[in-house]
């Protein structure tokens, strides 16, 4: 009797191992026997590198502020970038104007976009140059003829035939441990007397970089397979995410980190939404919100027939509401502005009543151009796309409206340095400060029920 039920026991057990193998063969993808999604039932993903994150600028000729905040340049920072690479440049991009050729312009100023075009021509007979650019419109562009002839790897990305969309986003990957990403384009006006940016370099950080380069690698499929996989395969997921960030120290400072993505389409298992990252952050502000963005719509901005999308903006207004925080909107105002934008603009900032606690404004930002300036094509305008709240640091590339979530290809950096000592400086401390130069500045203008764009804009 005793034997029967040991080999019973031993029949059991062999069975439930040949039903736990055969399980792990037939069912691969099951979240728990992911590896690069283990962190979800782990502790938060940490890593030990030295990173040193500085924010940058392109400040457009003539703009004088009263105000001691100031910060590199972007063609600084992308001259260092070029000058640390020893392997490796990775250059994610919607299009490539770097020439006065390029725009049809006899500008002096443009020299900066041509010396960058020149260094990375030399950089791509020496080292591995990877370009993953929006399937350009029209003729064949010269900066990416020359960059191939010289030695580089272009892929071009048909985003309209993907998802309706464009490869909008704007950043750069060094030796797989340094990367740039925010506003500016491959575009010399983006990097002088032109168009107001703002962007982040961030120095010998391996862990962020190789992350980053995992949405790089994403454009880089799609560049050769022209289709969308769905499921992405593994080797696209990512450990870091709003719920678990990536934990390292910034400026020796003990920071949370995650990059964000769009459309989802594009987005590997374990990546946030740029959609939801906003959102997310919103939702972690405590006492203020301050947004600058070229463009503000609750709409599709380009879809057809038109359609509503409101999704940012209700929920500035919940938390405006729910929360009492302190809400402010610098949008860009140029000779571009949709007048559209204006009455859903006077729509948010009619959410303002001092007795009831309700604090949102809006302002409009014109950088003023001479004759001159404004002879150049796409210029003299704030282009920059990003957030600060009192906890959080947010740096994108895309516009806010709903194509650009939806559709088109963008990405952005999430820093939470809150943990640090109030006496510490901090990459919040230091964007909340860009952001109150300009709101402050005398190229701010208050919205207000009269305001149209044909006076202001």
Not at 137 to 143: A, E, L, M, W
Not at 231 to 258: A, E, G, I, M
Not at 275 to 302: G, H, K, W
Request: proline fraction near 6%; hydrophobic fraction near 40%; aromatic fraction near 10%.
């Amino acid at each position: 009797q005793y034997s029967r039920c040991v080999i019973v026991l031993i029949a059991l057990a062999t069975l439930l191992l040949v039903c736990m193998a055969s399980y792990h063969f037939l069912s691969p993808k099951v979240p728990f026997l992911h590896p690069s999604l283990s962190s979800s039932l782990g502790q938060p993903q940490t890593c030990s590198d030295p990173c040193n994150i500085v924010l940058v600028e392109s400040i457009p000729e003539g703009l004088q502020f009263n105000s001691s905040t100031a910060h590199p340049s972007i063609f600084q920072a992308w001259l260092a970038l070029m000058n640390e690479a020893r392997s490796s440049v990775d250059i994610a991009s919607f299009y490539w104007t770097l020439t006065n050729s390029d725009t049809g312009t006899q500008e002096p100023t443009a020299e900066q976009g041509e010396t960058v075009l020149k260094r990375l021509a030399q950089l791509s007979g020496k080292l591995s140059v990877r370009i993953a650019v929006n399937t350009p419109v029209g003729r064949k562009n010269d900066d990416l003829r020359l960059l191939n002839n010289s030695g580089a790897d272009i892929r071009t990305v048909n985003m309209r035939d993907l998802t309706s969309g464009v490869l909008h986003t704007k950043f750069w990957i060094v030796d797989k441990k340094h990367v740039y990403i925010g506003s500016a384009n491959m575009d010399w006006r983006s990097l002088t007397q032109v168009v107001k940016e703002l962007g982040t370099a961030i120095y010998n950080c391996s862990c962020l970089a190789a992350d980053l380069g995992k949405i790089f690698e994403a454009y880089w499929f799609l560049g050769a397979s022209q289709s969308v996989p769905s499921p992405w395969p593994d080797r696209f997921t990512t450990r870091y995410n709003k719920d678990t960030p990536l934990q390292l120290p910034l400026n020796n400072t003990p920071s949370r980190v995650y990059l964000s993505s769009s459309p989802p389409s594009l987005c590997a298992a374990g990546r946030t939404q740029d959609l939801q990252s906003i959102l997310s952050v919103m939702e972690d502000a405590r006492s203020f919100i301050y947004i600058a963005v070229m463009n503000y719509l609750p709409t599709m901005e380009f879809s057809h027939p038109k359609r509503y999308w409101a999704d940012i903006d209700t929920q500035l207004r919940r938390v405006a509401y729910e929360k009492r925080v302190k809400v402010r909107l610098l949008i860009s105002c140029w000779a571009s502005t949709q007048p559209l934008m204006f009455p859903f603009l006077k729509s948010l900032a009619s959410v303002y009543d001092l007795k009831s606690k309700l604090d949102i404004q809006v302002r409009l930002f014109v950088v003023p151009a001479s004759p001159e300036q404004k002879e150049i094509p796409f210029a003299r305008v704030n282009h920059n796309k990003y957030m600060v709240t009192d906890r959080v640091a947010y740096i994108g590339t895309s516009n806010w409206s709903g194509d650009y979530f939806v559709n088109t290809a963008g990405s952005a950096l999430v820093v939470n340095q809150s943990s640090a000592p109030s006496s510490e400086t901090t990459v919040q401390s230091q964007l909340r400060a860009v952001f109150e130069r300009d709101w402050d500045s005398a190229y701010s203008t208050p919205l207000s029920q009269h305001s149209n764009a044909k006076d202001l804009c």
